[in-house]
């Protein structure tokens, strides 16, 4: 309705750039697009696990996990993670 003020919805999340992105993605339906679907499913994981040189989990840990992995493979990889995220 003409005049009705809304709550700013996004005002949390401003310039927050992971947040954005799992906003989209929580509200984004799996059959529209396949890169959303689990990397162990779309890369045959539970058949390769052996051949991977390094498996995460993005969820809860995420930041955890990209340290892990920085510390695993070390060389450039701690720093452009941490100016990524």
Not at 10 to 23: G, M, V
Request: glycine share 6%; aromatic share 16%.
């Amino acid at each position: 309705k003409k005049g009705k003020k809304y709550p700013q919805l996004t005002e949390d999340i401003d310039d927050k750039d992971k947040q954005w992105f799992a906003a989209y993605v929580d509200v984004l339906p799996l059959k529209w697009n396949v890169h959303f679907v689990p990397q162990a499913i779309a890369c045959d994981l539970y058949r390769k696990l052996d051949t991977y040189d390094f498996v995460g989990k993005m969820g809860t840990d995420f930041m955890f996990e990209l340290d892990r992995m920085a510390t695993q493979f070390g060389g450039q990889l701690p720093e452009v993670l941490n100016n990524s995220f």
